[in-house]
């Protein structure tokens, strides 16, 4: 039988996109914050149980910046 619970997720912010509109940090506090230049980055690891909410955040964002990978 094949392991599920090994499935990872990799989450990452084009910084060229980033409007720094702030939005995904309010909404999704515990997986984004915004760095010094006011560009958000990933915190927390997020793992695949993580994957509805990050999707969310995903869908939300403005500029398009958060990309979500499935290993
Ligand atoms: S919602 Fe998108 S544009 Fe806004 S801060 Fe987050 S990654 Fe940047």
Known sequence: M???????????????????CGMCVTTTPEFFELD?????R?????TFRDLPILEEAAQNCPSEA?????L
């Open 2 to 20: 094949k392991d599920t619970t090994k499935k990872e997720i990799k989450v990452q912010i084009d910084r060229s996109l980033c409007s720094s």
């Open 36 to 40: 010094g230049d006011l560009i958000s």
């Open 42 to 46: 990933v915190k927390n690891n997020p």
């Open 66 to 70: 958060i990309k979500i990978t499935k």
